[in-house]
T-cell receptor, first 108, second 110 residues
């Protein structure tokens, strides 16, 4: 049983499409992280959120702590958004559980 | 520039030959962590450290050791590597809302 589940595992979209990636977790947390892993392997932090919604450019992240669910949305997707998106749940304040990632490919 | 560095970036070694992967950060962050990433399993936490001389096990600590003698460095030690430790390893720091990841070390144990 994975404490953090992501869906879908793989996603192919046409350029310009609206994209949603979902993350559900079973552990009790106060915040959730979204990460982006580039095709070259590097990982960058996109968001940490504990409630409501955060927006950065074309990326929007939402979280419902009571329902233990978070979504990452990408508006007007672009081929440069092609990457693996990972959600991470810090529990006990210090340890992390990670989803297995959603591999996104945006086709021109 | 905020940075986490790891060395080496690539390593091929043989079973049983002790190795160390170094990790260094220039942000004065207290929290540092090691992860391994495997296909189908995602990232899993090996060890983490809340501060100098304070380290704790993550989900998959078996076969690994760490030390935190100074704030900027957090080396990962494999005393007797085995083929099941072939993986992509990431060091990371965490402060506030962001995690900062190193570039990764691809380790192959034959």
């Amino acid at each position: 049983k994975n404490e953090v589940e992501q869906s879908p595992q793989n996603l192919t979209a046409q350029e310009g499409e609206f994209i949603t990636i979902n993350c559900s977790y079973s552990v009790g947390i106060s915040a959730l992280h979204w990460l982006q892993q580039h095709p070259g392997g590097g990982i960058v932090s996109l968001f940490m959120l504990s409630s409501g919604k955060k927006k950065h450019g074309r990326l929007i992240a939402t979280i419902n702590i009571q329902e233990k669910h978070s979504s990452l949305h990408i508006t007007a997707s672009h081929p440069r958004d092609s990457a693996v998106y990972i959600c991470a749940a810090p529990y006990t304040g210090n340890q992390f559980y990670f989803g297995t990632g959603t591999s996104l490919t945006v086709i021109p | 520039e905020a940075q986490v560095t790891q060395n080496p970036r690539y390593l091929i070694t043989v079973t049983g030959k002790k190795l160390t992967v170094t990790c260094s950060q220039n942000m004065n962050h207290e929290y540092m962590s090691w992860y391994r990433q495997d296909p189908g399993l995602g990232l899993r936490q090996i060890y983490y450290s809340m501060n100098v001389e304070v380290t704790d096990k993550g989900d998959v600590p078996e076969g690994y050791k760490v030390s935190r003698k100074e704030k900027r460095n957090f080396p990962l030690i494999l005393e007797s590597p085995s083929p099941n430790q072939t993986s992509l390893y990431f060091c990371a720091t965490w402060e506030g809302a962001e995690q900062y990841f190193g570039p990764g070390t691809r380790l192959t144990v034959t």
